[in-house]
């Protein structure tokens, strides 16, 4: 008796959505537009931050520099990325310049990085001996992987190339300068270390790379571009951002949408009662109607948010699962909202519906 009351109540809904499609495509198209537009904003605003903070870490806004002339041990610099929060590590020492054997040439500054420093700075180690140039200074030089520069020194074979860093900071040194790759042994002066989050919680730690056995000498830790700042406060933009309110506007908005989905039936329902339907099944007959609407909702608000970030370019990750629990979550709303708002009509109000239509 239940299944056949439950098939009865569904093909009631079934028909209701059928004849009148119109307003079932236009509460529909309403729920997905909510559904939609709070998903959205709130992306945008999230790959907006996501954006500053590539560009901040890009910027060389996240590395710090341990400064000590001749008293970093580069093995434990190297070791830096084994505690939490450090995403990269290496050592930089400078040597003595060379001349190129060039008409106009001035000397050229020549570091030693080691291998860890080398990956952050995208160079791939060969294991040969010779040196690693930015890819600008290759193009002035004319010279490429396999060239050959005549030095008053001797012969120096170009490796191969990288990107050099932003034109400020401490890495627009390497933008015009000779790199060669030394083993993660015995003492440097610089200690480049990425923190992320970016802060100077980890200086302490920073401190770690110090040789125990070199003399005591200054020493500093300052940011490699102190142009961008010392922190990045995109944690703080996050958890402060207007758009996270946006779920909970879309549930209002949807509640809203389901009271007036219902309230605009009263005297269908109010008929229904009349005719002696019980009002389980009139209520039920409206949440299975809702539930029709809510999932065609879903689809729609599925497929127009995948376009448009498609045609965006933006990249959403880790946020899908989230999203979806929100336009779920808020598509529940709208079948409660309608329940609701068609559980508070009453037989009795049949007459002053059909006299006020």
Request: charged fraction near 15%.
């Amino acid at each position: 008796m239940r299944l056949t009351r439950f098939r009865s109540l569904v093909g009631e809904s079934r028909r209701n959505v059928s004849t009148s499609p119109l307003r079932s495509f236009v509460h529909g198209a309403v729920l997905s537009s909510v559904i939609v537009v709070s998903a959205l904003l709130d992306t945008l605003t999230i790959a907006g931050l996501e954006g500053q903070a590539e560009s901040f870490r890009a910027a060389g806004g996240a590395t710090r520099v341990l400064s000590s002339p001749g008293a970093v041990d580069r093995d434990r610099c190297e070791s830096l990325t084994s505690a939490a929060g450090f995403a990269a590590s290496g050592s930089l020492a400078q040597r003595e310049s060379i001349a190129l054997l060039e008409p106009g040439s001035s000397a050229v500054p020549v570091y030693d990085v080691s291998p860890g420093l080398a990956s952050r700075l995208g160079i791939v180690d060969t294991g040969l001996g010779g040196v690693y140039l930015a890819t600008t200074f290759a193009t002035e030089l004319g010279a490429d992987r396999g060239t050959v520069l005549m030095t008053r020194e001797g012969p120096v074979t170009v490796l191969g190339t990288f990107v050099p860093g932003p034109r400020e900071g401490g890495s627009s040194r390497l933008s015009s300068a000779l790199v060669s790759i030394v083993p993660a042994t015995g003492t440097s002066s610089e200690c480049w270390a990425d923190t992320w989050p970016a802060s100077r919680d980890r200086d302490p730690l920073l401190l770690t790379a110090l040789s125990p056995d070199a003399p005591s000498k200054e020493t500093s830790i300052d940011p490699l571009n102190p142009v961008v700042g010392q922190e990045f406060s995109g944690a703080e933009a996050f958890i402060e951002r207007t758009t996270r309110f946006a779920p909970g506007a879309a549930a209002v908005g949807s509640l809203l949408l389901g009271v007036v989905y219902s309230r605009t039936r009263r005297l269908e329902l109010a008929s229904s009662l009349h005719a002696r339907a019980s009002r389980a099944f009139v209520t039920g007959t409206m949440v299975a109607e809702a539930a029709f609407v809510g999932l065609s909702a879903l689809g729609m608000a599925a497929l127009t948010y995948g376009v448009l970030v498609l045609l965006l370019g933006v990249k959403v990750g880790t946020l899908l699962p989230a999203l979806a629990l929100s336009a779920g979550i808020t598509a529940a709303i709208f079948v409660t909202g309608v329940a609701a708002a068609a559980s508070t009509v009453r037989e009795s109000d049949l007459f002053a519906l059909f006299k006020a239509r």
